[in-house]
């Protein structure tokens, strides 16, 4: 199991070993499921892009099939977590910490809708933890669902169209493919960064 869940963490392993279909569940639990926080949704999307480019047999779609099915994963996702957190409602501030869960999670994310507003459900698609816990806020607080799928959609294709497309371009070239490693790992301090901003707010 924990090597399982180690594999579940590394965006090649996820392509390679399960391919699309277990890309595509990824990416669902990620955006909808508490328990996908932890999942590497960022680099995965953008992994993605590479691969279809450098090794197509992989994946076996074209890169917009690949994006349109990962915009439809992603926003299957959020609506899963809407109706998570319109039925969970506000009890959820009172939960008590787990493994899975943690409360201060939802209150990064309210903070950052208090400063937002819808606009988190697009910037959030962005932000690790703020990606899983934007839509199940956006149903404690009730948002009209008409409005919080107009986000959702335009958050959808915003984030899998530009990872998913810088990734093909650059998975052409040959020194973007020996250093993906560094670039994954740079691509992940870059999302946290504001993560560990809104922390420093909150404590303040």
């Not at 199991?1 to 277990?22: C, D, R, V």
């Not at 903070?111 to 703020?130: A, D, H, M, Q, S």
């Not at 149903?139 to 899998?160: E, P, Q, T, Y």
């Amino acid at each position: 199991m924990i090597e399982f869940l180690k594999q579940l963490t590394n965006p090649e392993s996820i392509i390679h070993y399960g391919g699309l279909a277990l890309l595509l569940f990824v990416i669902f639990a990620e955006t909808g499921l508490l328990i996908g926080f932890f999942l590497p949704g960022d680099s995965l999307v953008f992994i993605s892009g590479m691969i279809c480019v450098s090794k197509p047999d992989v994946l076996g779609v074209h890169v917009i099939t690949l994006i349109i099915c990962l915009a439809a994963a992603a926003i299957s996702g959020n609506i899963v977590g809407y109706w998570f957190g319109k039925k969970a409602g506000p009890p959820l501030f009172n939960r008590p910490d787990s493994i899975i869960f943690k409360k201060r999670y939802l209150e990064i994310t309210q903070k950052f809708y208090e400063k937002n507003g819808g606009k988190t459900l697009i910037i959030g698609r962005f932000l690790p933890i703020i990606r899983t816990f934007a839509p199940i806020l956006a149903g404690v607080v009730k948002i009209d669902f008409k409005k919080f799928m107009f986000f959702n959609v335009l958050g959808a294709f915003a984030w899998v169209g530009s990872l998913t497309t810088v990734g093909y371009f650059l998975g052409r070239n040959v020194w973007v493919q020996k250093n993906i490693g560094y670039i994954v790992i740079g691509l992940i301090c870059m999302t946290t960064i504001p993560i560990v901003k809104t922390l420093i707010s909150k404590k303040k």
